[in-house]
């Protein structure tokens, strides 16, 4: 079984950027994820800011894993969509000048009529960032919203513009009552990023988010999976709900290390 790169979302870690980048190496991190609106934005680092940035990164033996672009709208949603997805593009530019592939949004939920005006449009929008990825040999990877492995595959199998990818959520395919490594499978091709979370459901149906190891998801098999499909991208832990989310982000860390140990 081949080790898999662990990474943490500052956010989880909840200090400010330089305390982050030493906490997440003093808990076994080699990476981190950055949300490029909110944390560690291009309109807020200059060059020099960016050179000195990536040598504080370097001292600690880290490296960007991918940045995040939480979006307010879905990708479909026609209000302010040309100024929303110049700010994609550009977040898409910043990974690359800080080194990293890969950067994570929503896109909505995935209309389930491939002739609805919101799909086509969905379509449109995700092949134009494809397009603009290519340039920069950056990956916009969706992160699924309540969406089934096959509307993933679906819409996945409309963009030929460039790759498009997944952020693949485990505790989301809980909550919405798939098997993650099931899904994996299924969705091996396109995925570009995987999330460490755990879920559990409740009798409603609903989901809450659980510390890692404590939930749904089979880590062992699911772990094995991203082996035996040949993934080699990040894991990154993200502890969104919680009291202690940065002891929880340490204790999943460990918890990835313990799985992959060789």
């Known amino acids: 079984m081949?080790?898999?790169?662990?990474?943490?979302?500052?956010?989880c870690l909840k200090l400010?950027?330089?305390?982050?980048?030493?906490?997440?190496?003093?808990i076994g991190a080699e990476g981190l994820q950055f949300d490029a609106r909110r944390e560690l934005t291009p309109t807020e680092l200059s060059e020099t800011g960016r050179r000195q940035f990536l040598k504080l990164m370097s001292?600690?033996?880290?490296?960007?894993?991918?940045?995040?672009?939480?979006n307010r709208r879905a990708l479909y949603d026609p209000a302010d969509l040309d100024r929303r997805i110049?700010?994609?593009?550009?977040?898409?530019?910043?990974?690359?000048?800080?080194?990293t592939q890969v950067v994570t949004l929503r896109a909505g939920r995935i209309p389930g009529d491939a002739d609805a005006d919101a799909y086509v449009m969905l379509r449109e929008v995700l092949n134009d960032i494809a397009r603009h990825g290519n340039h920069l040999g950056v990956v916009a990877a969706i992160t699924a919203s309540g969406d089934s492995p096959a509307d993933l595959a679906r819409i996945m199998n409309d963009i030929d513009a460039g790759p498009v990818g997944i952020d693949f959520d485990p505790a989301g395919?809980?909550?919405?009552?798939?098997?993650?490594?099931?899904?994996?499978?299924?969705?091996?091709?396109w995925i570009f990023h995987?999330?460490?979370?755990?879920a559990v459901q409740d009798v409603a149906g609903a989901g809450m988010e659980v510390p890692l190891g404590r939930g749904e998801v089979d880590w062992l098999e699911f772990i094995a999976t991203l082996d035996e499909i040949g993934y080699r991208g990040w894991i990154t832990v993200n502890r969104t709900q919680g009291e202690d989310r940065a002891g929880d982000a340490a204790r999943a860390i460990k918890y990835l290390r313990n799985l992959d140990a060789p």
Request: net charge positive.
């Open 59 to 70: 001292e600690f033996n880290l490296t960007v894993a991918s940045l995040s672009f939480p």
């Open 173 to 189: 395919m809980v909550v919405s009552g798939h098997a993650p490594a099931a899904a994996a499978r299924e969705l091996h091709q």
């Open 86 to 99: 110049a700010a994609v593009k550009s977040a898409m530019q910043f990974a690359a000048q800080l080194g």
């Open 16 to 26: 400010p950027l330089r305390e982050a980048v030493s906490a997440a190496a003093e």
């Open 194 to 198: 995987v999330q460490a979370r755990d």
């Open 2 to 11: 081949s080790k898999l790169r662990k990474a943490v979302v500052a956010g």
